[in-house]
């Protein structure tokens, strides 16, 4: 943007812009002092500059935190640390009762029946055969304490168990030089993670919730927990896991929210 398109703006738009560009950008940035830095110094001017759009209209502002957010995702996916583990809690500080979050209501809530349900396995991987629940019950089970954070501006810590991704991926064979792993789950939600992320300690393909297992409310039979990602990467009731080099997008992340989604 030149700097006179400034003056063809109203200030509160101008500081939407600013705001979007900074929701975008900030959250995902772990060190304080930088995020503080970058929140001070971001201006509509940074915006133009990092984007290269003209921001003085909308098509070009949606271009332009677009941009932001691709260029984002690279960021986010260069200071991941793939061994550096999210904090657990103890017993005592678990949330109760957790707070359920889905795109519909409780009531809408999906049934999936355990004895039919079949997990599908595709693309860049060895053995592509169907998984039923009980075979992945047999495989080594772990538990993590966890927070859960999720963009609507609230945190929970809870307790899931189940099986470590990467076990999984292994045992299916994953080519992981492949750039994303992709979900689809029963209430057409979907979302799709990097590479090495899949493979991080804490990520796990979680049968439990508290012990019990997961409730329907919480994502039965499996969801992907990642104590490195924002609650809308985390996604529940999955049916179907492809391993793949073509970008799958997300069902929020379609809708603007930024693809990394790191926390
Ligand atoms: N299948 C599916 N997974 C989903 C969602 C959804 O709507 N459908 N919502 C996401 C969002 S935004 C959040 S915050 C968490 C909520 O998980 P919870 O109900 O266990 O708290 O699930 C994520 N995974
Ligand atoms: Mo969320």
């Not at 061994?83 to 519909?104: C, G, H």
């Not at 039919?116 to 009980?134: C, I, N, P, T, Y």
């Not at 047999?138 to 993590?144: C, F, G, I, V």
Request: hydrophobic fraction near 35%.
């Amino acid at each position: 943007m030149r700097p006179t398109d400034k003056r063809d703006m109203s200030n509160t738009r101008a500081d939407d812009i600013v705001r979007d560009a900074k929701k975008l950008l900030l959250p995902r940035i772990q060190d304080g002092s930088r995020r503080a830095f970058l929140s001070r110094t971001l201006t509509l001017g940074g915006v133009a500059l990092l984007s290269g759009c003209n921001v003085s209209d909308n098509a070009s502002v949606e271009q332009a935190l677009t941009k932001i957010s691709r260029f984002n995702d690279r960021v986010q996916g260069w200071i991941f640390d793939p061994k550096q583990l999210a904090p657990t809690y103890p017993e005592s500080m678990i949330t109760r009762p957790f707070p359920f979050n889905a795109y519909y209501g409780q009531d809408e809530i999906r049934q999936v029946d355990g004895d039919s349900f079949r997990l599908e396995v595709s693309g860049m991987a060895r053995d592509k055969r169907q998984w039923q629940l009980h075979e992945l019950a047999a495989m080594p089970q772990t538990e993590q304490i966890t927070r859960h954070i999720c963009v609507e501006g609230w945190s929970a810590i809870g307790r899931w168990g189940g099986v470590k991704f990467s076990d999984f991926l292994e045992r299916v064979g994953a080519d992981t030089t492949a750039k994303y792993i992709g979900f689809k789950c029963a209430d057409d939600y979907y979302t799709s993670i990097d590479m090495p992320t899949a493979l991080h300690p804490q990520t796990l393909l979680t049968l439990t919730y508290d012990g019990q297992v997961l409730p329907p409310e919480y994502g039965y039979p499996m969801k992907l927990r990642m104590p490195t990602k924002l609650g809308y990467k985390n996604p529940k009731h999955i049916q179907a896991i492809f391993v793949t080099n073509a970008y799958p997008g997300g069902y929020w992340e379609d809708q603007g929210y930024n693809w990394f989604g790191g926390s």
